[in-house]
């Protein structure tokens, strides 16, 4: 027998109806906030990840699927959404269209690391993107999307976090300031961070190392460095929040694992997804079109896992939708009724019902059993009486009732 790989997982039919009402649920919610839809091919070049998402993060060093193709051209799956849509922008020319540019995804994710709940080494994210626009608004707008969507599927206990990590010249002075906090005691990092400590400090607030946190425990916060206009916008947005009435914690450990982000970075954390709650994450990434080959752009936007929302919301016991319901399954008890039976079925399905056929030449009563099994909600049955009458015998598996209807002319008549 051949196993599924190791990180991945089957969604059953079972289960697919609650895929459907999760993604249905963030569609209506982006298109409320008239955000479209893009599509970005599952691989890209290899550089785009390097160049966008940045060479000193965990992704790029440890989690990419990369490989040559037959052309000997570097691939790589893609480890996160932003980086692609921000090549599609550029390549599409679609900072030629009035701004700002909003786009939502739904995409696989690939990153080769030690399987956890809710993130496998193939999950999926629904993501927000905005491109053209530099305005706390955008920053607020975004959140709120996420917000409302937690809002439609019923979550309360969930807790927004912000932070400004400021832009890449005050971010220095920051670098700075947190290598000489942690000087002497660099030895006491982890690997991770000390690998960190000279090609990106900033990472080394990100660490889970419970020894590593206790060492930043009076650590500078990169709000006391940031530069008059990151400040401002930092001040901005959270008047804008307040003024919408959303609560908030203003956190300085927040600093997101990619190194695209500048200025605002926040987290929608729960904790009711295991250690790790995080369940949406995102910021303002205003210089990542132009490190991937485009023109200086603004840009802000979030990625939200499924996996992590679906085990959120299993956990709260709050609704993950239902299966559409079986409106009729059709039992033929003859040979001769089976002919005008699936003429029915196919008649039925074209006036919009779902409709469950026997395909297995099973019993009157093993069919009865079935329908009963599937919950479908009625039974029409076809046989030789009903034939002799033209009509099918409607059977209401709530309560028992039965009534005879004649059958429409298209389906009694063969070749329609």
């Known amino acids: 027998m051949i196993n ?3 990180g991945t997982k089957d969604v059953l039919p079972s289960d697919s109806y609650k895929w459907h009402y999760i993604e249905k649920t963030v569609k209506s919610v982006a298109e409320s906030f008239c955000v479209k839809e893009i599509r970005t091919p599952t691989f890209e070049h290899t550089e785009l990840f390097l160049r966008g998402v940045g060479d000193t993060t965990d992704i790029v060093n440890k989690e990419m699927y990369t490989f040559n193709d037959k052309g000997d051209r570097s691939i790589t799956l893609k480890p996160e959404g932003t980086a692609g849509v ?45 491109f053209g626009s530099d305005s706390p608004l955008a920053d607020i707008e975004v959140m709120l999307i996420a917000k409302s969507i937690f809002d ?11 932070n400004s990590i400021g832009c890449p010249e005050c971010r220095k002075q920051y670098n700075n300031a947190l290598k000489a906090f942690l000087q002497n005691n660099f030895d006491k990092l982890c690997a991770t961070c000390r690998d960190r400590f000279d090609k990106n400090p900033l990472r080394i607030l990100d660490c889970k190392d419970d020894n590593c946190k206790m060492l930043l425990k009076d650590a500078p916060k990169v709000l006391d460095y940031l530069c008059e206009d990151c400040k401002n916008h930092h001040k901005a947005v959270c008047e804008g929040l307040d003024d919408l009435g959303i609560k908030y914690v203003v956190n300085p450990q927040i600093v997101r694992g990619l190194d695209y982000y500048t200025r605002t ?15 949406c994450g995102g910021g303002r990434y205003n210089n990542l079109v132009e490190q991937v080959g485009g023109s200086p752009c603004p840009a802000v936007g979030f990625g939200m ?30 040979d001769d009724a089976r002919k005008v039976a699936f003429r029915f079925a196919n008649y039925l399905r074209g006036q919009g019902l779902s409709i469950e056929f026997d395909l297995m030449n099973r019993s009157t009563k093993a069919q009865m059993k079935y329908a009963n ?38 389906v009694l008549k063969e070749g329609n």
């Open 152 to 162: 439609k599927l019923g979550v309360k206990n969930i807790e927004l976090n912000i």
């Open 4 to 6: 599924i790989p190791k």
């Open 373 to 410: 099994k599937i919950g479908a909600k009625y039974v029409a049955i076809i046989g030789e009486d009903e034939l002799k009458e033209e009509s099918f015998t409607l059977k209401n598996m709530e309560t028992g009732n039965s009534e005879k209807i004649k059958l429409v002319k298209e």
């Open 86 to 130: 921000a090549r599609a922008y550029i390549e599409n020319s679609l900072y030629a269209l009035p701004q700002p540019t909003k786009m939502y995804y739904i995409t696989p994710v690939f990153r080769y690391e030690r399987p956890q709940n809710g993130r496998l080494r193939e999950h999926h994210q629904f993501g927000i993107e905005y």
């Open 265 to 279: 970075v926040f987290e929608f954390i729960s904790n009711n997804i295991g250690a790790q709650g995080t369940v």
């Open 305 to 334: 896992g499924i996996e992590r929302l679906m085990i959120m919301l299993a956990n709260l016991e709050l609704n993950l939708g239902y299966e559409k319901p079986i409106d009729v399954y059709i039992a033929p008890l003859s």
